[in-house]
């Protein structure tokens, strides 16, 4: 991009909630690829029905303003905002435009390595629409998304590059699986994103010809659609080709923003309070009583404590049952424990997914199994092959399993220079590999001595036996 030009960039991002039910009806709040089978006339709009207001929605709505540092809305209320859609049956979508339930919150962003502050203007609650599915010449509605309870969050126009916007996306994400308020799974939905872009030069103050690109559905396709449109909006201003407001979308085959419809003034959504839904005063109290999770910033701030990598930390934040399950591991190393964790056991469920449950519910036994491994009673290479035992097993005790199978280490029985002087004896061209490619040398002979001790071998006595033989050999 023409480094005398400045992006300007405002983002609103949708986010379902996991409720159980919907916003305003009794019908399930679940995913599934077969259309229309959760819904209730409610959904539907028929004539007559009522909503009732979903209290773990407004709970939820609280616990993303208190996670964002935001202003709450003690009163809750709901107003109509009426537009026609095919995918809208009552003619009106139920949100929050007069008393959003959170005002003035700021999220920490990080961009290339630095943590940065994003304002954010406020966040709504409001009921999702129907899906569109787009065929031929028809288009069919899925129900099951309407009424699904929607957040929106609308950040201040304040980001100013493709990478700001992704990691604001990214931060907002987080939060949401670090609260449980939302799967937050774009492939699926359950959070969308369009973005509102202008350039201006830099050192102004002007705000020009503002475009919005919808439905953005993956963070590299935010960050293509971002960096093509400031391009196009540069080089019309460069030229002086005139461009009007409008909405687009991102084509990711051609990697090209396509135009929708215009926007070319704002549209009147006659906004009204609901009559239907009586407002709701909220007490401090109970807004006090709603606790909120340790935020990603706080997490990853902890981790770096405990000495954590930043790959491993990334993976915990992306990922809360690992990071929680982490935490309630009772060891005596942190570090340690988390290297064992994801060398050994993630290892071990990324090849086993049918074991995730099963392990991840086991804190108190998995602890015992890595606490053998960090006092060097048990070999690491063997922590798979108890994991694997454990599937025989209702109930699994840790310490009995390592005992059936006879993998407990007895140091002082087992004599590592006689088990190395008989492989040499097996291996007659092993001597020249010390002197050719230590390396390889080392490694071969280390994997024999574990297989003929069942793994029983103090590695860190191996290691320096292998050094002193190395340092003889030389």
Not at 76 to 100: C, E
Not at 279 to 298: F, H, M, Q, V
Not at 395 to 400: K, N, Q, T, W
Request: aromatic share 8%; glycine share 2%; hydrophobic share 35%.
């Amino acid at each position: 991009m023409n480094s005398s030009w400045e992006l300007v960039i405002g983002i609103e991002i949708h986010i379902e909630l996991n409720t159980k039910t919907k916003m305003f009806s009794s019908q399930p709040n679940l995913y599934s690829d077969i259309p229309n089978i959760y819904v209730s006339p409610i959904d539907l709009a028929y004539p007559g029905t009522l909503p009732s207001l979903n209290k773990e929605a407004i709970i939820k709505g609280i616990k993303l303003a208190k996670g964002l540092k935001m202003k709450i809305d003690n009163l809750v209320r709901f107003d109509r905002k009426n537009y026609f859609y095919p995918d809208l049956t009552k003619g009106y979508q139920i949100t929050q435009q007069f008393n959003p339930i959170g005002k003035n919150g700021i999220i920490k962003a990080k961009v290339d390595d630095i943590w940065k502050d994003i304002s954010i203007e406020r966040i709504h609650l409001e009921e999702d629409t129907a899906k569109s599915l787009h065929q031929d010449k028809y288009t069919l509605l899925n129900y099951n998304r309407s009424g699904v309870p929607l957040i929106e969050i609308v950040s201040n126009p304040v980001m100013h590059s493709a990478k700001e916007a992704t990691a604001y996306v990214e931060a907002i994400r987080q939060m949401a699986l670090a609260l449980n308020i939302s799967d937050a799974k774009m492939n699926e939905g359950s959070l969308r994103v369009d973005v509102n872009i202008s350039v201006r030069k830099k050192n102004s103050d002007d705000l020009n010809t503002r475009v919005e690109i919808k439905n953005l559905n993956s963070i590299s396709n935010i960050e293509k659609a971002i960096e093509y449109e400031a391009n196009y909006q540069i080089n019309c201003y460069e030229n002086n080709i005139s461009f009007e407001q409008c909405t687009k979308r991102y084509d990711e085959n051609k990697n090209i923003t396509v135009i929708m419809r215009s926007k070319s003034s704002a549209i009147d959504y006659k906004y009204f309070p609901d009559p239907n839904i009586p407002y709701i005063r909220l007490s401090n109290e109970l807004i006090d009583s709603i606790k909120i999770e340790e935020l990603p910033y706080e997490k990853e701030q902890r981790y770096l404590k405990n000495g954590l990598n930043n790959v491993q930390i990334s993976q915990l934040i992306n990922n809360t049952s690992y990071a929680n399950f982490l935490d309630s591991l009772n060891t005596n190393d942190f570090k340690k424990t988390t290297n064992i964790f994801f060398s050994e056991i993630v290892s071990y469920i990324n090849q086993n997914p049918t074991q995730n449950d099963l392990i991840l519910s086991n804190s108190k036994e998995i602890s015992k199994l890595i606490q053998f491994a960090i006092d060097e009673k048990i070999s690491k290479n063997n922590i798979k092959l108890i994991l694997e035992e454990i599937k025989n097993y209702n109930d699994f005790d840790i310490e009995s399993i390592i005992k059936n199978n006879n993998l407990f280490i007895e140091k002082k029985a087992i004599d590592l220079h006689a088990i190395i002087k008989e492989i040499f004896k097996e291996n007659l061209s092993l001597e020249a590999e010390f002197k050719n490619n230590f390396n390889r040398a080392s490694k071969f002979l280390s994997g024999q001595v574990m297989k003929k001790t069942s793994g029983k071998a103090d590695i860190i006595e191996l290691n320096k036996l292998i050094k002193a033989l190395n340092e003889e050999k030389k």
